[in-house]
């Protein structure tokens, strides 16, 4: 899965032991960080944030839909 200059993707926090969700977008900036090549990234919420291949890697079934399954319902409380 390859995104573009620009092109916007979604990407997950665990803040807290919660999920987030955002998007993002690949501002085609690149750097390395502590000796790892990072990618900078801008936020939704318009802040930057740099994302290391690995973790780019595990948002990959925020973005495909075919990796996704559907459910009738939920169910709260």
Partial sequence: ?????????????????????????????????????????ELASGKRYVFTQALLDSFAPLNDDSLMETADSITMG
């Fill in 1 to 41: 899965m390859k995104f573009k200059v620009g092109q916007i993707f979604n990407v997950s926090f665990n803040i807290n032991n919660s999920h987030t969700l955002s998007t993002a977008h690949f501002t085609g900036k690149t750097l390395m960080l502590n000796g790892e090549k990072v990618y900078l990234c």
